[in-house]
């Protein structure tokens, strides 16, 4: 880094002029390359980029991911290793075979088979891929992750099948190979197994905290919108509440207040949006003036309808 890009900050950060002009700033100056070559002799840090799936453009948890790789390669570069970062692709599996089945309106394995052909199927599966892999690159490129871009590992170059089928052929030459039987989950309709995280390996059974929360109207004095949240914690935070405008409401009334243990929404800041109108601010509420159980509640709770 020279002297002539270190100063004062201005008074006003721009995050998008900023980001371009540092990495206008490295690809001019060829940062990265020379960062290589500098550490060429050193001590080896071999990192495997788990790849990620290319079904579509990332996302931002496939960006965060590599963020964090990129904190790693550059924490042991900075220790003075010449570190290995080449970057994958996993390109292979039913989701892109799905994908381009629905872009070529294929209604089975068999319209693969007989309409379209397996040759030109696999070609546009590869297509679809390769189309996501340069999507995911420049968003990588974009994010500042330093990788070996020019030289990454795609699942269908030919290179990277033939080193699986020498790595199956080494584990038969040392008898770790077995053959067996397996129950597998099946896809009938795509007539192929299925991995156990596309059924339900990722899917478990969980209990979870849910709670009802009344929100008083602006303009209906005893009128309430009644709202149900499964995570109760962010009500503090919450800055208002959306009712759908082309979905109906239904009023209803209670004759016996039930006592529930629910927060004091009339302490919590609402404000609607989209609908009725609730308090942005409101007094806490003066429980003094509640009325004996066996009296007549005269409020009633809105409660809204979008099933």
Known sequence: MTRRIVGKLGREYEPQKSEEKILAWWNSNRTYLKTRKKLLNRRKFYFLDGPPYVTNPPHVGTAYNKILKDV???????????????????CHGLPIELMVEKSLKLASKKDIENVLGTDRFIEECKKYAQSNVEAQTKIFKDVGVWMDWDRPYITYHDDYVESVW??????????????????????????????????????RIVKDHSIYVKLPLIDR????????????????????????????????????????????????PWKGVGGDQVPATAPRRDRSQDQPEDAQDSTEPRVCHND
């Open 72 to 90: 790693a390669i550059r924490y042991w570069r900075m220790k003075g290793y010449n570190v290995r970062d080449q970057p994958g692709f996993d």
């Open 221 to 268: 004095p005893g009128e309430y919108i009644l709202i149900w949240t499964t995570t109760p914690w962010t009500l503090p935070a919450n800055m208002g509440v959306m009712v759908h405008p082309d979905e109906d409401c239904k009023a209803t009334t209670r004759s016996r207040p039930r006592k529930a243990r629910v927060p004091n929404s009339q302490d919590i």
């Open 166 to 203: 020498w790595t199956i052929q080494k584990a038969e030459e040392k008898k770790l190979l077995s053959k067996g039987l397996k129950v597998v989950h099946w896809c009938p309709k795509d007539e192929t197994a299925l991995a156990g995280y596309e059924v339900t390996d990722e899917y």
